[in-house]
C-alpha cells in the first residue's frame, strides 16, 4: 500500500499542530513561586528589586 505525499505531509502538519497546543497548554500552568517573583518586581517601573530596599527608580517603595 503506497502512501501518498499529500497524506504524509498532512500527517505531519497535524502532529505538528497537536504539538504546539500541548506546548501552549503547559505554558500557561502557574509554576510554583510565580506569585513571589510578581511581588519582587517594582509596580511603577517593572523592574526585579534585590534585597529590602527601595526600588532605584524612586517611585515604588518595597510595602
Not at 8 to 21: E, N
Not at 45 to 52: E, N
Request: charged content about 20%; some cysteine.
Amino acid at each position: 500500500m503506497r502512501v501518498l505525499a499529500s497524506d504524509m505531509m498532512f500527517k505531519i502538519v497535524t502532529l505538528f499542530l497537536v504539538g504546539i497546543v500541548v506546548l501552549a497548554m503547559f505554558g500557561k500552568l502557574r509554576f510554583p513561586g510565580q506569585k513571589r517573583l510578581q511581588s519582587a518586581k517594582c509596580p511603577a517601573c517593572g523592574r526585579y528589586r534585590i534585597g529590602k530596599g527601595p526600588c532605584s527608580c524612586g517611585k515604588g517603595d518595597r510595602g
